[in-house]
């Protein structure tokens, strides 16, 4: 079967910083994105590792290590509008079909 | 800049009816997908279009079928509806030619089965 895992939910203050963590089993493997939604809204993306190390994006920032099946995301200085869903998801062939995880629900508080 | 487009924004049918969604995918896009997403899950893959032939198929129930015209926009035809269907439907394109690793989605169509 193909399974991507991440916490279910995280709470993080304003102004501080968060990592959201993804491990992921799956038949085949073109890269790591990851996905943003806020409630009764589209998925947004937000970054793709293809390859091993650390991409940034502004305020976000994504890892990937192949080896090891895991990647994250980081978000920096956290700001209100950034409570929202997060969602790792694998490109497991060549069309980027993507196998998504359950989601993180990312609490901020101020 | 264009976005992906999807039609209708809301749509309420009763059990056993049939529904048609529509989506346009930003221009120069060849590849469509699309997805259903019922409430607190993440986004279920149904079929994706490149270059309007099947590319891949998930989960979609035999009941629903899809195609992509010849102008790329895409439709999403549902019969014999049940309740649990209603759901988010979701359109995204890409440019898979250029390597298109980013999906961008429509706003979704919102499905309620009554």
């Known amino acids: 079967g193909q399974s991507l895992e991440q916490p279910s939910e995280v709470t993080a203050v304003e102004g501080a910083i968060v990592q959201i963590n993804c491990t992921y089993q799956?038949?085949?493997?073109?890269?790591l994105s990851w996905y943003q939604q806020h409630d009764g809204g589209a998925p947004t993306f937000l970054s793709y590792?293809?390859l091993d190390g650390l991409e940034e994006t502004g305020r976000f920032s994504s890892f990937l290590s192949r080896s090891d099946s895991y990647g994250y995301l980081l978000l920096q200085e956290l700001q209100m509008k950034d409570s929202a869903s997060y969602f790792c998801?694998?490109?497991?062939?060549?069309?980027?079909?993507?196998?998504w995880g359950a989601g993180t629900k990312l609490i901020i508080k101020p | 800049a264009a976005g992906v487009i999807q039609s209708p924004r809301h749509l309420i049918k009763e059990k056993r009816e049939t529904a048609t969604l529509k989506c346009y995918p930003i221009?120069?896009?060849?590849?469509v997908y699309w997805y259903q997403q019922g409430p607190g899950q993440d986004p279920q893959f149904l079929i994706s279009?490149?270059?309007?032939?099947?590319?891949d198929k998930g989960s979609i129930p035999d009941r629903f079928s899809a195609q992509q015209f010849s102008d790329y926009h895409s439709e999403l035809n549902m019969s014999s509806l049940e309740l649990g269907d209603s759901a988010l439907y979701f359109c995204?394109?890409?440019?898979?030619?250029?390597?298109?690793?980013?999906?961008?989605f429509g706003p979704g169509t919102r499905l309620t089965v009554l």
């Open positions: 221009p120069r896009h060849d590849t």
């Open positions: 998801a694998v490109a497991v062939d060549s069309n980027y079909q993507l196998i």
């Open positions: 799956t038949s085949g493997f073109y890269g």
């Open positions: 995204a394109s890409s440019f898979l030619t250029s390597g298109g690793n980013t999906q961008y």
């Open positions: 279009f490149y270059e309007k032939m099947q590319s």
């Open positions: 590792n293809g």
